[in-house]
């Protein structure tokens, strides 16, 4: 964006929305990228070879379209074009559809604007940086009828779907406690000092919501996700996938969406680990009370070698006649006695193929944004008693901490002035 961006952006935003495209079975799916890092190049590499087609990129520094266009300009024969304003990609009508994989910090912005402007969304993981946030693309999504995809591809994994069928068939006998955790080793980054951003990359537009300061390349690509100003801590980053497998799960023992949130809660957090540069903890454990069973997130920033049941990242149900353990190699079940109950191995997930279909025939995709929405949530929880430093108690009907002030403060935050939400 222009270096007017703060005093424009929400003018820019007020206008009315744009008619959405009507797409045939057989048409080719135009997409636009927004944020063409990593994660981001990958959903387009995958949504390329699932059929569709990058139109645009839209990134804030050119030194990344400058190595990603051309990688995925071969994949499709022709090299996307290039801006840095994600406004431009909006008002495009050839755009159907976006995908988000910039920081948390800009996902509630840009879902909401994509949206009005009847863009259909595909939104990195986790969905949000507040509860509040996650209620508002919610409601834009199903006012504008957006399909939604958000990126926790796990549910597209059809061997996680089967776990969670098993789970909820009663099988395991009651299920007492649930796990969730990632064993990894996060290398330091160290504590670089502040200096200029790069040429080609406007560290404004980036920016955007978050507080002003200066540049550091610590809070630039990838590590912004070790700073509170712009991401979500693990929790947000790595836990949101095993956290939404329990979630499926938990949804299946109770027979829906609509009690799949826990009463209690508390975080166990520190920096254990490395001295350098991030905010955000190494290690956690977090305990969600459901009333009538225990869900436990663990996270392990300083250990990949010692697996948890046997997987670096997973999840578990344990019950009074048996576990199942899954993970993205597949699933095992153990009754009580020690004797292998069913398995299935690992299957393709075809998360983008997956949106693209419902592009086409408007039906709800596998990681709609209700689901996406409450996996973040339970992200949310995690890091608010984290940031408490006590338990919270909380209402899954009204989705607020009763009269705990101090707690209902932590479901909104503050935007920088300029950049305030915008109302669609």
């Known amino acids: 964006m222009e270096s007017q961006t703060r005093r424009t952006f929400l003018g820019a935003v007020a206008a009315a929305p744009f008619a959405a ?34 139109k ?30 994600f406004r431009k990609v909006l008002e495009d009508k050839d755009v159907d559809a976006v995908i988000i994989a910039t920081p948390d910090h800009w ?68 299920v007492c406690l649930v796990k969730a955790w990632m064993c990894q080793e996060r290398k330091t980054i160290g504590r670089p000092a502040d200096s200029t951003p790069p040429a080609g990359a406007d560290y404004e537009a980036w920016l955007g919501p978050a507080p002003k300061r200066p540049f550091n390349v610590n809070r630039f690509h990838y590590n912004w ?17 095993m956290l939404d497998i329990a979630l499926w799960g938990i949804e299946k023992m109770r027979g829906g969406l609509e009690r799949c949130l826990p009463t209690r809660v508390s975080s166990q957090a520190g920096i254990y680990w490395l001295d350098d540069a991030k905010e955000v903890p190494d290690t ?41 353990v899954v993970d993205a190699g597949g699933w095992t079940v ?9 398995s299935a191995p690992g299957a393709k997930m075809i998360h983008e193929a997956n949106f693209l279909e419902c592009l086409k025939t408007r039906e709800m995709p596998h990681a709609d944004i209700e689901i996406g929405r409450l996996s973040t949530t339970l992200t949310h929880l995690g890091n608010i008693s984290h940031h408490l430093g006590r338990d919270i108690r909380f209402d899954p009907k009204t989705e607020t901490f ?7 403060g932590r479901l909104r935050k503050e935007y920088r002035k300029g950049y305030e939400l915008p109302k669609v």
């Open 402 to 408: 009763g009269h705990d002030k101090e707690a209902n």
């Open 284 to 324: 956690q454990t977090v305990t969600y009370d459901f009333g009538d069973f225990m869900l436990l997130w663990e996270l392990r920033s300083f250990n990949g070698y010692m697996p948890i049941d046997g997987t670096r990242a997973g999840t578990a149900f344990y019950g009074t006649d048996g576990t199942l």
């Open 56 to 85: 645009t990129i839209c990134d804030i520094d050119d030194a990344i379209y400058a190595k990603v266009a051309p990688e995925l300009g071969k994949a499709q024969g022709s090299t996307p074009q290039h801006v840095k304003d």
């Open 225 to 241: 996700r070790f700073f509170w100003d712009y991401g979500n801590s693990e929790l947000g980053n790595q836990g949101v996938h």
């Open 107 to 174: 996902h509630t912005h840009m879902a909401l604007l994509a949206c009005q402007a009847g863009k259909d969304v595909y939104l990195e993981k986790p969905v949000s940086q507040t509860i509040h946030e996650g209620h508002l693309i919610k409601e834009a999504a199903r006012k504008y009828k957006r399909v939604m995809q958000i990126g926790t591809m796990r549910r597209s994994g059809d061997h996680f779907r089967t776990a969670a069928e098993f789970v909820g068939s009663g099988k395991l006998g009651k």
């Open 21 to 54: 495209t009507v797409l045939g079975a057989n048409e080719k799916v135009n997409l636009a990228l927004i944020g063409a890092r990593n994660q981001g190049r990958g959903v387009a590499m995958r949504s390329i070879a699932a059929g569709a087609r990058i």
């Open 334 to 342: 153990t009754y009580k006695d020690g004797s292998p109950g069913p």
